[in-house]
């Protein structure tokens, strides 16, 4: 007789880049889990059914959620851990043993610790500019301020986003203003906003960046990102880009479908082979 094969997928639109599956597949294999993990593409206005219509089938688990349905994944989940309460947006969904729709974002765990663990970079009483205050940094904020950095500055082209995102957070060490207002300089920079890929930069001063500062690129790509390309010009001492933080969110989704934790760094050396 067949062995059940319990079932998860990633749903977006586009999809079709998505590196997901591949990786959940090699996390499944390193921990020895029998599951099919699969892309899913869905129609603009069709995400609500399309949730319904997965979960109805026996043995479908587990949800990834991908641009442009993370808003909506949010409204939707009955359930929501405190992380994802505050970042509006869950990219994991899962029903609970009364059959609730339950909703996580572990983009801003991947992001700490792939900065922590991977890359040796502390956030205690670091100074950390985040530049762009739509979803992807709204939903990274909480585990950034976890780590107690001693100042998080939000820079925006629209000053009133990242002012309304930083009221999110009152009592913290949280501040919004215009990318021209951004004054010092930092330990940590991470380009939140999605520039790297029309390979445009956000126009913030050079002078942020010193040879001590750390540059995190949440866009990631074979060759140097246009923003760490920029970042090395000015003279910083390490830059990142997100593949870690991809590979990462992906095992803390693993860890809350599966109960096991994969080894991250051989599926992250693979990927970055792939790239190559």
């Known amino acids: 007789m067949a062995t059940a094969v319990d079932h998860y997928a990633v749903m977006g639109n586009p999809i079709t880049h998505s590196k997901s599956p591949f990786i959940h597949a090699l996390f499944a294999e390193a921990t020895g889990q029998k599951l099919h993990y699969a892309a899913q593409l869905v129609e603009q206005n069709g995400f609500s059914q399309a949730i319904e219509f997965y979960f109805d089938q026996g043995g479908h688990l587990g949800l990834s959620v991908t641009v442009p349905f993370k808003e909506q994944a949010w409204q939707l989940a009955e359930i929501k851990t405190e992380r994802a309460e505050k970042a509006g947006a869950l990219n994991t969904l899962w029903l609970d043993g009364e059959g609730k729709l339950n ?69 913290q060490p949280v501040s919004g203003c215009g990318f021209s207002d951004v004054s010092g300089s930092f330990d940590v920079i991470i380009n939140g906003t999605s520039a790297s890929l029309q390979g445009e930069l956000p126009p913030v001063s050079g002078s942020v960046v010193t040879g001590n500062t750390t540059c995190y690129d949440m866009m990631y790509s074979k060759d140097t990102t246009v923003f760490n ?48």
Not at 132 to 158: M, S, Y
Not at 247 to 276: C, H, N, Y
């Open 103 to 171: 909703g996580d974002n572990t983009d801003g765990l991947g992001l700490v610790r792939d900065l922590k663990v991977n890359n040796g970079i502390s956030l205690k009483d670091a100074r950390v500019l985040i530049l762009g205050a739509g979803g992807a940094v709204r939903g990274v904020l909480e585990p950034l301020l976890t780590e107690q950095p001693k100042e998080i500055v939000i820079a925006n082209r629209t000053v009133s986003k990242a002012e309304t995102l930083a009221n999110l957070f009152l009592g």
């Open 229 to 276: 390309q920029w970042a090395l010009n000015q003279g910083a001492g390490k830059v990142i880009d997100g593949l870690g933080m991809l590979v990462e969110q992906a095992a803390e989704q693993f860890v809350i479908w599966r109960g096991v934790r994969p080894d991250t760094d051989a599926v992250f050396k693979i990927l970055r082979e792939e790239m190559s």
